[in-house]
């Protein structure tokens, strides 16, 4: 009790001052405060069979924090879609809190997933946000459509073709013969199709590049969901092609690296 009687002591006024001060002085103390609360987790979550991705972890934990004191210190308000979108993480944490110890109780690793499965099915978002783009939106989303379709296609016979080295794992099916085949064509397919559209030709190679690069990933990456899941396909929707998302996660991906590179440079 005197321990902690004597850390307020000390704290309080420590924090008062920090608070007082406020500018960059306030934003160093609380990052290190997030980073060092990071840590905890991970160190804790070691102890499970649930590792936290560090690597990837720390630096998402900085961007966040730099493009806040970024918008604090032009004296922007952040926008309240934007702020909205932490009522997702605390609505599960709570949804767990209330289940606890029930029958069909929610544990942290379901609220995780929750948490990553709508970010992840939000990336839908970016395909609406990439056709309705100021100024070109209609000329963009062609361009990653057809790179997408040019990039599993040509992959695909080109893996059945001349494939022999398997690319990974998580498909069997894919080989590196075929990745490579594949993201020469989206190159050369978004780069026709968007100098067609009168793009530069700087920008016209870039997101070439961006697709060819993209399209496989969010492949690979909801091959990971499946297997992690043990899932055969996301769904049967769609006769001989699974699921929606079976058919779209390479359009996702793209959709949202085009659509960041547009942002900054188109």
Known sequence: MNSRYLTAAIGIPLVLGIVWLGGLAFTIVIALLALASLRELELACRRTQNPLAGFVAYPALLLILGLTWNFAREG?????DAVWLWLLPILTLVAGVLSYGKRQSITLVSVAITQLAVIYVGLFAFLILLREFPGGGWKLFPVVLFGVWASDTAAYFAGRAIG???LTTLSPGKTREGLVAGMLVTIAVCFGLAQA?????GDSLVIGILVALAAPMGDLIESFWKRELGA???GSVLPGHGGILDRCDSLLLASFAVYLYALQFL
Do not use: G
Request: aromatic share 12%; charged share 45%.
């Open 76 to 80: 922007e308000r952040l926008h309240a």
């Open 164 to 166: 022999k080295k398997r």
């Open 197 to 201: 559209f009168n793009f530069a030709i």
């Open 232 to 234: 055969k396909d996301m």
